[in-house]
């Protein structure tokens, strides 16, 4: 599946988004999916948080020491990150995964403090997209990506404060779209 670049652009365009309640989660409870693993032609299971975030900030911090400009800028985002989950399964067959799997993860997603930046559907080919924002006292804490086609899924969760400036910031870089100032 292939994730185009403008839903860098849609994360950064998210700037005044409203806020909602402050006891909902920005963490998915995503299955572990251990039944589809000998079933599918290519996995994906990803989870950086704590101990192994931490590390990642410090070798991305050394990567950067001395650096300037964009790629200096980049690795600034992974300090408010507090988690990165990816799962993603490939099949060499339609309908060897359940729908209901990816639709208790689509419903998560109604639930309090997330709101949809887009919502992409595709009928010839039964290809669904959700970009969903978890938004908490007006800043985004957590961002959320559910791509669905009959031979693949991903799921993406993201934890942590994520800051639209820091992201606008890298305007003409890394294939993020430039905003002009009065956008």
């Known amino acids: 599946m292939k994730f185009s670049r403008s839903f860098a652009l849609l994360a950064a365009a998210a700037l005044a988004l409203p806020a909602h309640g402050a006891d909902a989660n920005p ?4 299955p572990d999916f251990n039944h589809l693993r000998s079933r599918a032609v290519d996995s ?41 989950r990816v799962r993603n399964f490939k099949f060499d067959a339609d ?4 729908k209901a799997d990816i639709d208790s993860i689509r419903k998560q997603l109604s639930g309090p403090g997330w709101s949809a ?46 800051d639209p400036d820091k992201i606008a910031s890298l305007g003409g870089q890394f294939g993020i779209p430039q905003l002009s100032q009065n956008q």
Do not use: C
């Open 44 to 84: 994906v299971d990803v989870t950086i948080d704590g101990f192994l975030m931490r590390i990642a900030r410090k070798f991305a911090a050394k990567a950067a020491e001395g650096e300037d400009g964009p790629e200096a800028e980049a690795l600034g985002l992974l300090d408010d990150i507090k988690s990165v």
């Open 27 to 30: 963490e998915l409870r995503i």
């Open 95 to 98: 309908g060897v995964y359940s």
């Open 117 to 162: 930046l887009a919502q992409v559907r595709k009928r010839a080919s039964e290809e669904d997209i959700d970009v969903y924002l978890f938004i908490e006292d007006d800043r985004i804490k957590g961002l959320a990506v559910v791509a669905s086609e009959p031979r693949e899924f991903t799921i993406v969760n993201i934890i942590g404060s994520i």
